[in-house]
Every structure is written in structure tokens, then in C-alpha cells.
């Protein structure tokens, strides 16, 4: 990655835990990677890995252990309601050595939610955090998720996700953006790619995407720009736009 | 996973490596997990893992090297096209300590797909793959993926993955297929929870995932058991759904 390159700033890294053997039986299609891809991406932070594992606490335990020490955020998503199957307390609260107990925070926020003394058992677990833990709000449905050092804890589903990262920005500390533009061009693909790959390495210090597809029979290529340097992605684009109709591929889109 | 009891068989497993920045930038939307996790259920392998990696060969063939050694199979998808940024192949590579030579049959093939003398530098690299490779048949683009030994690499394009799937499938030896059920009802899940539980501890040997869902505004519950003994989920099945009836749930669906 040309991001990485000596001269760069050093990126501020994340990675994704998805946890849930809905995921892995294909039942359940995950949407919280691209949306906190391009939500982490808006505050310069770089979504690095992902990585997705069923609902087995030291499985869990195992990558929340690697995952945050290779990056700088780890976020994991799925695991921490209700029922038998949401383990992922107890398994970060291994992961740091922690015990798990009842966080009289969390009971308010919950009995706020589900009414005074209507906090069973089953809801009862869901006030219960590691040791230590900050509990990021979830002003949905109560039931906060939580921090410990720079794993943040968030449940499944994609509308709570997307409310609690809101409340979560503040906490966290990003890098310079990358920026990025596409160009989308009805051309073959393997027909771009000598010319291709000899102007991106005269262009260092950016990253360039090549993705093919079809319209209908007629083969593209979206090639996509990325940088933190504003004068650096305008002089690629032109250098991209240049070559596409030199070869004579018809331009698409350009974003 | 009560799959993993000491009396249940071996079940066969697998692992999917998705390789590709534009997934991580939240560009593209991954659409390979769920169908390969459905595909692999189907002949009795297991998804327990997936992960997701830049297009940065040192970080590839790491994850190549650690997942492939934690399952029966690893498949990787992406990252074996034309241009500069498909780097797959020559990560896989040295995971193995193998050299990219090429290959005289995937010539043959992508010949036959562009047409003679028609193999330009950006093809031929398509026609590279590691020394011992076993060539994976591609029957819509000609570009083919490759096998060595348990790591199948194919493309990132979701039906080229899914006609080459049907290309592999002699090739790969699953356990006894796992069978579901699943019932939908409305119901709040964290007043089931605690239920849940007490059923779900006296039924070993099967799992028993629990999703909730808003149906406009009222709560619903996903109950998804899973196993590979067709009695124990007949049994499963029955106790789950008396146990809706009890609490007063409206049963939805059953499938």
C-alpha cells in the first residue's frame, strides 16, 4: 500500500469483528462493514481488516487479543443481547483478563428503556460489562454497548450501529482522510492494464483500484484514485482521464 | 458450538479469505461469504471463519498461512485479475515458498477465450500461478483460479466464484450436511431469553441461534436451530415452537 510508504503520516488504523454464526451460515448478509468502512473513512481513520467468527468465546477471546494489538481501533459488532448465544462479554472480558459484572449505569439506561422492574434476567445480562468498561449509549433500545481501552463494543443490528457510532465520535482520534475519485469507462479491462500499471508506478504515493464489470456484454473498468494528497488526486485523475481516451474507451461517470 | 461436543463426528470446515481494498473502503459489498457459506452447508463443510485483507502481499499470505493451517480449506476470493493491484497470486506463493511460473494450459485456455496471438503482458500475468498448482477451471472469463494443496484462489467477481464452485465440487470432501429450521414469531426476545435458555440446556448437540426483529414497530424473534441428527431437530423444533405457544407469541413463519 502506497499509504504506507516512509514519507506518508502514519494512518490510524481499525479492524472489524463480526461475530455471529448467522454471518457464517450465509443466513444473515453483514452491513455493518462498508457502512463503518465509510463512516471510519470520513474521519481519517482506515478500516485495515475484518475479520468474522462464530459465537465461541475464545474464538472471540483469540481475536480481540491479535486484532487489538495490530490496530488501533478494533471494533467489534453482533453478540451482546439477551439470549444463550450472545457471548461476546464474556469474551472480551477474557480477552483482558477481566471479570464481568453488573453495572448499575447500565441497569438505569435499561430500566429507563423497559420500564422499573421490568428487568428480567435476560435483560438483567445486558447491564452486565467487564470490569473497567465505559458504556457507549445506545439511544435506541437502552441496551449500551461498551469500551475497554480501544476495543469498542457494539451489538448487530445496523440501525443501533449506526446511532452509537454517532455517539462514539467524539471519543475517537482519526488521521487525514483519503480522498478518492472514480472514473468508470466502457473498456476491457486486461486491454488497460500495461498502460495502466506503468502510469501508476510513475504516480507513488497513491493507491489506484482496478475493478472491472459489464454493461450488459460490454466490458468496463472502474479505477478507483485514493490519497490524502488533494493536488496529488487531481493531478491522477487527470493522468487517468488522459490515458482512457487516449486508448479510445468510452468515458462513463466520472465521481 | 455444541457441534464441537466429543461425541459428535469431525465436521469438515473452511475458511474464506476476502482479498481487496475496495471491500474495506466499504466500495463493494462482499457478496461471496453468504453464498459460498451456503454452498459449503449444502455438502456438509462448515464456514467458521472469514476474513478480510488489503490487496498487500505480506499481509495475504499470512492470513494464508495461519487460516489455512485452523481449517480443512481455505478459499480466497479476489486479487487474481490483470492489472497492478491483483497481488493474490504471488502472496499465495510465497506462503507456500513457491515460485509463479507459467503455466502453459492457462495460456491455452485464455487463448482460446481472447483468440490467438491476442495474450498481452496484462493477460499472460493471469496465466501465472504458483509451481505445483492445479488450475481451476474458469467456464465464463478463461482466466482460471488455482488449487494448492488446501487453498482454492478464485476470483473476486460473484458469478465467475459461483460457476467455479460447480467446478470444484468433486474435488472437495465434506462431513454430514448440517440440517435448520427455523421459526419466526412476535415476540419480544428478551422477555423469551430467559426460557430460551432453560430449553436450549436440555437439548445438547444442537444450536440454537436467536434474532431479533422489528416488524414495524412490534418486536419479533428468529429462532434458527441447527444440526446435523434430523430427529434432535424434529425434537428441537417441536419444544421451540410449544414453547412460543406457552409464552403467547404470534407464530409467523416456519421453514
Redesign the interface.
Known amino acids: 500500500?502506497d499509504s504506507e510508504d516512509s514519507a506518508a503520516p502514519r494512518a490510524v488504523t481499525a479492524c472489524l469483528l463480526v461475530i455471529?454464526?448467522?454471518?457464517?451460515?450465509?443466513?444473515?448478509?453483514?452491513?455493518n462493514?462498508?457502512?463503518?468502512?465509510?463512516w471510519l473513512?470520513e474521519i481519517g481513520i482506515?478500516?485495515?481488516?475484518?475479520?468474522?467468527?462464530?459465537?465461541?468465546p475464545q474464538?472471540i477471546a483469540d481475536a480481540v487479543l491479535t486484532c487489538r494489538q495490530a490496530f488501533d481501533y478494533l471494533f467489534t459488532t453482533g453478540g451482546i443481547?439477551?439470549?444463550?448465544?450472545d457471548r461476546t462479554t464474556v469474551a472480551v472480558a477474557r480477552a483482558f483478563g477481566a471479570q464481568v459484572t453488573l453495572s448499575d449505569e447500565a441497569v438505569a439506561r435499561l430500566e429507563a428503556y423497559?420500564g422499573p422492574g421490568q428487568l428480567?434476567?435476560?435483560?438483567l445480562?445486558?447491564a452486565h460489562v467487564p470490569t473497567g468498561a465505559r458504556l457507549i449509549d445506545n439511544p435506541i433500545t437502552g441496551a449500551p454497548g461498551f469500551q475497554l481501552e480501544n476495543v469498542l463494543v457494539l451489538p448487530g443490528?445496523p440501525r443501533l450501529v449506526q446511532a452509537m457510532l454517532e455517539v462514539l465520535r467524539p471519543r475517537l482520534t482519526g488521521g487525514q482522510p483519503l480522498r478518492?475519485a472514480t472514473l468508470r469507462a466502457l473498456y476491457r479491462?486486461?486491454?488497460?492494464?500495461?498502460d495502466?500499471?506503468r502510469l501508476?508506478?510513475e504516480m507513488p504515493g497513491i493507491?489506484?483500484?482496478?475493478?472491472?464489470f459489464f454493461q450488459g456484454e460490454r466490458p468496463g473498468v472502474s479505477l478507483?484514485i485514493?490519497t490524502a494528497d488533494e493536488a496529488l488526486l487531481a493531478r491522477a485523475r487527470d493522468a487517468l482521464r488522459r490515458l482512457l481516451l487516449r486508448v479510445g474507451a468510452e468515458l462513463l461517470e466520472e465521481s
Not at 46 to 56: F, K, T
Not at 81 to 85: K, N, R, Y
Not at 189 to 194: Q, V
Open positions: 500500500m455471529g454464526d448467522e454471518v457464517l451460515s450465509g443466513r444473515t448478509r453483514d452491513a462493514l462498508p457502512y463503518l468502512a465509510r473513512g482506515q478500516l485495515r481488516e475484518a475479520r468474522v467468527v462464530p459465537d465461541v474464538v443481547g439477551p439470549t444463550h448465544d423497559y428480567n434476567e435476560a435483560r445480562k445486558m443490528i478518492s479491462e486486461s486491454d488497460l492494464a500495461p495502466l500499471t501508476v508506478q493507491q489506484v483500484g482496478s475493478y472491472p478507483v485514493r
